[in-house]
C-alpha cells in the first residue's frame, strides 16, 4: 500500500481544536476567581492556550506538506468493517436499555459476524445465541451483575 | 524498611485458597491475552478490572498482577511463532526468536523466554519490595508543591517520549488534561465543563474510558486487519532449558534486569522500550554481534528478560507516588482506586498489610507464569490460532458488558463506545493514547497540588520553586524535556536523510 499524507487529518483537528480552545476561554472566564480557591482559571487558561499554539503549528505543518504519513489509506472493504463495527457498537448503546442484554447481543453478534465476513450461518447463530445467555447467566448468578433485562423486565 | 513478618504474611494471604486460585486463572488469561497479537497486557487488565469489583481488594488485585506480568511475557510466544509480537513489549524478540523456531528450535526459544521474563520480574518485585518503602516514607516528606512538580515531571516525560510526532503526544496530553477538568471543581466545588448534564458532574467515568480507549479501540483496530492474521504451523519440542545454557546467559540476565528496571521507574516509558534497550545492549556488547539476528539464544533472553524487569520498575512509582509508570500500571491505578485504594506513600502509611500482600502477589505472579508457560507451551501456541471473527466480537462484548458492570448505567456504556472509536482514530491517525489517559491522571495531581500550594502560600507562587525537593524535580522535568525533544528531532531529520 503507497504511504498517504496525513494532512488533511492533521487540518481537521487543528480546525477541532480552536473552537474547543475557545471554549474553555469562554466557559473558565465565567469561573469564580477568589484567590482563597488558589486561582482555578489559571491552569485551563494555561492548556487552553497551549492547545491554541499546537493547533497552530499542527496547521501551518499540514499547509506546508511537512504532515507525517500513514502506512496506506483506509478504504474498500478495510473501511466498510470499521464503519459497520462503529454503527453496530453505536446501535447497540440505544438498543440495549429497551430490548435487553441478550435480543440485543444476539442480534449485534450476528450482524458483526456478517460485518467480518462469517458466512457459516449455522456457526454465526449458534454463536450468536448461546454466548449471551452464557455471560448472562455468568454475570447474574455468579457474578452478581445485573444486566439490562429490557423486554424481560 | 520492608516489614518481613508482614511480608510472610503477605506470602501467606496471597497463596491461600481463593487468591492462588484468582492469581492462575489472572495468569493463563494473561499469557493467551498476551499471545494473541493486537492483544496487550493494558488492555486485558482493562477489559477485566470491572470483574474484579466484586472481590476482596487483595484477590482482585492478584488477579490483575497475574494478567499483567503474564501477558507481558506472552508476547514472546507469538514473536517466536509467527514472526508478529503478541504485545508491543515482545517486539525485540522476534529478531532472534522467529529465526530460532526456523531453525526448528521454537520449543527451546520459548523455554528460555519464559525463564527469562519470569527471571527478570522477579528481579524487580523484589527491588519493589526492598526499595518501596524507603521511597514512600520520603515521600512522606512531600506536600503541595512537592506533589504538583512530581505532576509537570510525568508528564514532561509522557508527552515527549510518546510515538513519532512529540507534537502530537503534546496535543494528546493536552487533550487530556482537559478531560481530568471536567466535572466539578477540586476545591471551590463549582461544575466545570459539564454542559449542564449531570451525568459529568462527576467527570468521565475513569474506568469505561480506560477500557474504551485500551480495550475497544484494540478491538476496532482488529476488525482493520482481521484477513491478515497469520497462523502457528511449528511444532514445540525441548521447551525445558538446559542449566548450562541458563548459566552461560547469567550475565545477560543480570545486564538486562538492571534496564528493564531503570526504564520501568522511569514514568511513562515501559516494557516497549526496555526490550529494545536490552538488545542493543546485548548485541553491542557481545563477542560475536554478528550471530545476533540469526537465532541465538542471547537475542531471545535478553529482551524477554527486560520487558518483564521493566513491570516492578513500572510498579515503584505507581504504588509509593501515585504517579503510573505505564498505560498498564495507569490502569491498575485505577483498579485500586475503585476498590478505595489511593496509591501513594499514605496508603504504605495506612494499609501497610495489603501493600505487603501486593509485593508478595508480584513476586508470586512471576512464578506462576514460568510454571503455566513451561507446562503449557503447545496450548498457548495452539491460542494464536483462534479465529478472530469469533475472538474480536468477544472483545467488544467483554468491553461493553465490562464498562456497564461498574454503576450499572447505560451512561458508562456510552463512554467506553465513544473513547472507544476516539481511541481507535487517534492510533490511526498517529496519536498516541497514552499520554492522553496518564495526563488525565496526572493533571489532576497538578491541578489540585498547585492550587493547594497557592493556598497555603496566599496566592504567591513562589512557593513552586523556593522549596529544595520541588525544585530540583522542575529542573530535572525541564531538562527530561528539552532532551528529548532534541533526541527526536535528530532521529526524525536522520529518518528523512535515510528517505
Known amino acids: 500500500m503507497a504511504p498517504v499524507s496525513m494532512k488533511k487529518a492533521d487540518i481537521l483537528v487543528a480546525l477541532i481544536l480552536v473552537p474547543i480552545s475557545l471554549y474553555v476561554f469562554y466557559e473558565s472566564g465565567k469561573w469564580p476567581k477568589e484567590a482563597l480557591i488558589g486561582a482555578p482559571t489559571l491552569i485551563p487558561w494555561g492548556v487552553a492556550t497551549c492547545l491554541l499554539f499546537a493547533a497552530g503549528i499542527l496547521l501551518v505543518k499540514a499547509l506546508s506538506g511537512r504532515a507525517l504519513t500513514l502506512a496506506g489509506k483506509l478504504a474498500g472493504a478495510d473501511r466498510r468493517r470499521i464503519i459497520g463495527a462503529a454503527l453496530l457498537a453505536g446501535a447497540y448503546v440505544f438498543i440495549v436499555a429497551r430490548l435487553g442484554f441478550i435480543i440485543t447481543t444476539f442480534f449485534f453478534l450476528l450482524f458483526f459476524g456478517l460485518v467480518l465476513g462469517e458466512r457459516r450461518w449455522l456457526n454465526l447463530i449458534l454463536f450468536a445465541a448461546v454466548t449471551p445467555v452464557a455471560i448472562y447467566v455468568i454475570f447474574s448468578t455468579i457474578l452478581n451483575v445485573p444486566l439490562p433485562p429490557g423486554l424481560f423486565r | ?499
Open chain 2, 1 to 499: 524498611m520492608v516489614d518481613l513478618a508482614l511480608l510472610a504474611k503477605g506470602f501467606a494471604t496471597v497463596l491461600s485458597g481463593y487468591n492462588l486460585l484468582a492469581l492462575i486463572m489472572g495468569s493463563f488469561m494473561g499469557i493467551i491475552i498476551g499471545a494473541i497479537p493486537g492483544l496487550t497486557a493494558t488492555m486485558g487488565i482493562a477489559l477485566l478490572v470491572p470483574f474484579t469489583f466484586g472481590m476482596n481488594p487483595i484477590t482482585g488485585i492478584v488477579m490483575l498482577l497475574g494478567i499483567y506480568t503474564g501477558a507481558i511475557y506472552g508476547g514472546g510466544i507469538a514473536s517466536i511463532l509467527i514472526k508478529t509480537p503478541g504485545t508491543p513489549a515482545a517486539a525485540a524478540t522476534v529478531f532472534d526468536g522467529y529465526p530460532m523456531a526456523q531453525k526448528g528450535m521454537a520449543g527451546k526459544a520459548i523455554g528460555i523466554a519464559t525463564v527469562a521474563s519470569g527471571i527478570g520480574g522477579t528481579f524487580t518485585a523484589l527491588c519493589l519490595t526492598f526499595f518501596a518503602p524507603i521511597l514512600a516514607n520520603f515521600a512522606l516528606r512531600f506536600s503541595a508543591p512537592e506533589y504538583f512538580a512530581l505532576a509537570v515531571f510525568g508528564l514532561s516525560v509522557t508527552v515527549t517520549l510518546a510515538g513519532r510526532s512529540p507534537l502530537k503526544g503534546f496535543i494528546s496530553g493536552a487533550v487530556g488534561l482537559l478531560i481530568a477538568m471536567v466535572g466539578l471543581d477540586p476545591i471551590g466545588g463549582f461544575p466545570r465543563f459539564t454542559f449542564g448534564m449531570v451525568e459529568l458532574t462527576g467527570g468521565f467515568s475513569f474506568v469505561p474510558m480506560l477500557i474504551g480507549l485500551f480495550a475497544l479501540s484494540e478491538g476496532f483496530r482488529q476488525v482493520e486487519t482481521i484477513l491478515t492474521a497469520p497462523k502457528v504451523k511449528a511444532v514445540l519440542t525441548e521447551i525445558l532449558p538446559k542449566l548450562r545454557e541458563l548459566k552461560g546467559l547469567s550475565v545477560t540476565f543480570i545486564r538486562s534486569c538492571v534496564i528493564g528496571l531503570i526504564v520501568g521507574i522511569t514514568p511513562a516509558i515501559g516494557a516497549e522500550t526496555s526490550c529494545f534497550v536490552s538488545y542493543s545492549e546485548a548485541k553491542r556488547t557481545s563477542k560475536h554481534p554478528e550471530l545476533f539476528g540469526t537465532g541465538i539464544l542471547e537475542g531471545v533472553a535478553a529482551p524477554q528478560t527486560a520487558e518483564n524487569a521493566s513491570t516492578g520498575g513500572d510498579m515503584l512509582p505507581m504504588l509509593t507516588l501515585g504517579i503510573p509508570g505505564d498505560a498498564a500500571t495507569a490502569v491498575l491505578m485505577g483498579a485500586l482506586t475503585i476498590h478505595n485504594l489511593q496509591p501513594g506513600p499514605l496508603l504504605f502509611r495506612d494499609h501497610s498489610e495489603l501493600v505487603h500482600q501486593i509485593f508478595g502477589g508480584m513476586i508470586v505472579a512471576n512464578f506462576m507464569f514460568v510454571i503455566l508457560g513451561l507446562t503449557f507451551a503447545r496450548f498457548f501456541a495452539r491460542v494464536i490460532n483462534i479465529d478472530r471473527r469469533c475472538l474480536v466480537p468477544m472483545i467488544f462484548i467483554a468491553c461493553m458488558v465490562g464498562s456497564y458492570s461498574i454503576n450499572n448505567v447505560l451512561y458508562d456504556l456510552a463512554t467506553c463506545v465513544f473513547f472507544g472509536f476516539l481511541g481507535y482514530l487517534m492510533i490511526r491517525y498517529d496519536y498516541p493514547v497514552s499520554p492522553m489517559v496518564l495526563a488525565q491522571i496526572l493533571g489532576a495531581m497538578m491541578e489540585s497540588n498547585f492550587r493547594r500550594s497557592l493556598v497555603m502560600s496566599r496566592g504567591d507562587p513562589s512557593i513552586l520553586v523556593t522549596r529544595p525537593i520541588a525544585l530540583t524535580i522542575l529542573i530535572l522535568a525541564a531538562f527530561t524535556t528539552i532532551t528529548a525533544i532534541r533526541r527526536q528531532r535528530r532521529a526524525l531529520r536522520a529518518q528523512a536523510g535515510m528517505q
